[in-house]
Structure formats: C-alpha cells, structure tokens
C-alpha cells in the first residue's frame, strides 16, 4: 500500500531537521517509464550537472557566453524545452528534482537536439546558494511551482523571502523573475513577497499578462477554458 500523504512528510522530517531549510517538494515513489529510464541514464552524463558547493563557471559548461536563464521546477519538461527552442541565443539551466521529469527532459534535448539546456537534479535552494553565482542570471523561471494547497502545508511552499532575496541576488542588474501559478492565494503571496523584496521592481501594476515567451501549456488551456484562473508576476532587479 501507498503511504499516504501526511505518512510521507512524516518520513522526510529528520532529513528536514538536518537540513538548513525547508524543502519544498516530497521525492514520491512515482513509477519511472523505461523510455524515462533510459534517457536519464543516457542523458545525465551528456546534458546533466552533478551537484557542487561551488559556483558553476557557465561559459565553460555551455562552451560560449550568452545571457542565462534559470528554470526551477522543470516538470516534464517540454516547456522548457520549448522555450530552449525557441531562444537559441540564451542558455538555459534546468532544475528538477523527480527522475520521471529529468527523463522526459533528457529525451526533449535529444530529440530536438538542443545545446542550449543543461539539466541539475538536485534540491533549487541548495544549487541556487551554492552553485550560481551573485550578478550572473539574465532571468529566473518559476512556473507552477507545487501550491501545497493546505494551510499546515504553506511553510513549504517554494516562494518564501529568504528564498527570493536569494534569488535577487542571482540575477544581474535588469535581470528578471517570473513566476505563474494557478492557485489564485498562492498568486497573491507572489505578489507580496516579491513586492517586499528592495532589491525588485515589479513590471506591471500587480499581476502582468502572460509574456509570449511562456508557452500556454495543455493543462493551462484546458483550465482556462473551464474557468481557472492563471496569474504570472514579472520583477526586474534594480540596476
């Protein structure tokens, strides 16, 4: 039997305890496809990046300077690789913690052959402190993060201030963050932190229409069309 959900936040409260943070996401036991299996084995040492407690040099990863954009939270990683697609002169690094979706990426940049996405499963938090370094992002992409929907859950939820003064200071003056949900209270607390950030300007009044760059995936159509909600919010980092 399935452990259930409160069972499973239970089994990682020691790790949690030894760890400088809250983490914002369960490693689930979800079944692992065998295309999904394969890639990632194949993939990760072409495409991915190991963990380190140093900042990364980025020209050398990508083997050429151009602006750098950071994904947190990939999913199954078509969006991703759509906008890699799309922006053949940025570089993009992706952040996802589930083998599933670190699969299904590795199988994005094969088959659409990128050589602008790179790929790290490991927690955001600790690559973003420990492997990025101040001043060097062009942009930060947080889209869909888990709403961890129920009240006692909140604490874990990805945007937090401490987390987005990290993340300010990751990026270059002019450098911007984009976050989109649709969970229409954790929109709101989006908004706020990063409006309490000093180191952010918002680019709109409140919430901003979604940029062209962030493709509307099928889920998203399909809630729209019922009736759901989406809100993205767009901060620049003061020069």
Not at 63 to 73: D, F, M, N, S
Not at 207 to 222: A, L, M, N
Request: with cysteine; charged share 25%.
């Amino acid at each position: 039997m399935s452990p259930s959900e409160d069972e499973t936040e239970d089994d990682t409260a020691a790790t949690e305890r030894r760890a400088s943070h809250i983490r914002s996401f369960v490693l689930r036991q979800g079944r692992v496809s065998d295309a999904q299996r394969r890639f990632h084995d194949e993939g990760m040492p072409r495409w991915g990046i190991p963990y380190q407690s140093t900042p990364l040099d980025l020209d050398a990863v990508f083997g050429r300077a151009a602006p750098r954009i950071l994904e947190i939270g990939c999913g199954m990683g078509e969006t991703t690789a759509t906008i890699a697609a799309q922006h053949p002169q940025n570089d993009y690094l992706g952040i996802e913690v589930h083998t599933p979706g670190v699969g299904s990426l590795l199988k994005e940049i094969a088959t659409r052959e990128l050589a602008n996405l790179r790929v790290i499963q490991h927690d955001a938090v600790e690559v973003v402190r420990d492997m990025i370094a101040p001043d060097s992002l062009a942009g930060i992409h947080i889209f869909f993060p888990d709403p961890w929907p129920k009240k006692r859950q909140q604490k874990r939820r990805l945007i937090q201030p401490d987390f987005v003064r990290l993340l300010a200071t990751r990026l270059a003056p002019n450098g911007y963050l984009h976050c989109a949900t649709d969970w229409e209270d954790y929109a709101q607390q989006m908004l706020e932190v990063l409006s309490g950030e000093a180191l952010l300007l918002n680019m709109a009044t409140g919430f901003t229409p979604r940029p062209p760059y962030r493709p509307q995936t099928k889920f998203e159509t399909r809630g729209l069309r019922l009736g759901h909600g989406v809100w993205d919010v767009v901060f620049r980092r003061k020069p």
